[in-house]
C-alpha cells in the first residue's frame, strides 16, 4: 500500500485497479485495513449498457491532522472473466479527491467490465472503504417481427417477433395499436399467448375484428426496443 503526504506543492495519489492475483500477494494491506479502528463500508449494485460510462461511488472525510496522508486504491475483488486489470486510458477520478470524492470513472464500457469492484481510502488513521457491483448489459436489438398463417376469415395466425442480440433475460409483449396510434390496447380475446415463448402469438378465428396494427416489444433492464405488423383480411376467390 503506497501513502503519499500532503506538502505545500499537494500531491497526485496512484489510481489503481488492482486485479485479485495481485491483491493476494498483499497480505500486509488487507491486514492493516482490518485494523482500522474508525471505518465505513457500503455495497451497491450498478447496472449500465455497452458503450456508455459508469461512475463507481466512493466518497470520504479528508482530515488534517497530525498525519495528513491520503492512500485512495480502486480494487478489482471478483472479476467475471479473465480480464486482469481495466486499462489504464479509461479510468479517472470522476471529482475532487482532496475534497472526499475518490469516485471512479469507467469510459467505454465493455460486457469484461463487470465485475466487483473495491474503493479503500485511507485518511490519516482513519479507514473507508465502499465495494460496487457493476454488471454490464447489452440493450435489446431492434426486434423482428412477422406473420405465418392465412390472412383470410376464419383462419389462424401465427405472429412472433425476436430481438437478435440482448442480455438476458429477454422479455417480450404483445399489445394491439389503438386509433391514433396509441399503444396498450387488449388483444382480441381469441388471441393464445404462448407461455414458454411469449414472443410468440396465435390470432384464432380471424375476423374484421381482429385486424390492425400489432406492437412486439422486447425489453430487459437497461432498454426496449419494438416491431410492429399489420393484420390485414385477404379475400379468398373461388372460381
Known sequence: MKEETIGS??????LWVIPPQQQRQDNSA?????LGVLGTCAQTEMKRVV????TLPCHHQFWVGDDPTLDI????????NRQRVVERSR??????YLK???SLVISDLSLIDSGEYSCKVKTGAQYHWSTISLIVLVKPSKPRCWMEGKLLEGGDVKMSCKSADGSDPLHYKWERVMDKGKYGGKLPSMALVDLKNPEIVTLKNLTKESTGVYKCTASNDVGEDS?????????????
Open 100 to 102: 472526499g470524492d475518490a
Open 30 to 34: 488487507a491486514a492493516l485495513l482490518l
Open 73 to 80: 486504491e480502486w480494487l478489482l475483488l471478483k472479476p467475471t
Open 91 to 96: 479510468v479517472s477520478f470522476a471529482g475532487e
Open 227 to 239: 416491431c410492429t405488423v399489420e393484420v390485414k383480411l385477404h379475400c379468398e376467390w373461388k372460381p
Open 9 to 14: 506543492s499537494g500531491f497526485h495519489p496512484q
Open 51 to 54: 458503450g456508455d460510462n459508469a
